[in-house]
C-alpha cells in the first residue's frame, strides 16, 4: 500500500556532510509525521529527527545543531541533511511516515528498508 524509499547513505569522513532523501509512493489519504531513526550495531533504535505535516522540526540532541530535516508535501519527501559528522554517526539511518489510508481511519506506520550511514575518523 505505501513504499517508502530511501537513498543518499555512503561513507563520508569525519566533519563532511550527507543528504538522505525518503520518498512515499502508493495509494493513501494523507502522509502525517515523517522522520528519521537510525540503529548502530548492537543498540536500540532511536529517533533522529522529526517533522510535522506542518513543518515543525525536533531533533535528538545528539544531532542538533548539525542535521536539518525538511519535507516537501508535493513530492512526499522528506530529507535530512547531515553536515559534521562524526563516527558515532555510524549507523543504518530509516525513513519512516505515520500514514492515514483512508479518511477516518487511524495512523499507521510505515518504514523505508534502512540506508548505510559511515563516518569515518
Known amino acids: 500500500q505505501v513504499r517508502l524509499v530511501e537513498s543518499g547513505g555512503g561513507l563520508v569522513q569525519a566533519g563532511g556532510s550527507l543528504r538522505l532523501s525518503c520518498a512515499a509512493s502508493?495509494?493513501?489519504?494523507?502522509?502525517?509525521?515523517m522522520g528519521w531513526y537510525r540503529q548502530a550495531p548492537g543498540k536500540q533504535r532511536e529517533l533522529v529527527a522529526g517533522i510535522t505535516k506542518g513543518g515543525s522540526a525536533s531533533y535528538a540532541d545528539s544531532v542538533k545543531g548539525r542535521f536539518t530535516i525538511s519535507r516537501d508535501n508535493a513530492k512526499n519527501t522528506v530529507y535530512l541533511q547531515m553536515n559534521s559528522l562524526k563516527p558515532e554517526d555510524t549507523a543504518v539511518y530509516y525513513c519512516?511516515?505515520?500514514?492515514?489510508?483512508?479518511?477516518?481511519?487511524?495512523?499507521?506506520?510505515?518504514w523505508g528498508q534502512g540506508t548505510q550511514v559511515t563516518v569515518s575518523s
Open positions: 519512516n511516515a505515520r500514514v492515514v489510508l483512508k479518511y477516518g481511519s487511524l495512523e499507521s506506520d510505515y
Open positions: 502508493g495509494i493513501y489519504f494523507k502522509i502525517n509525521a
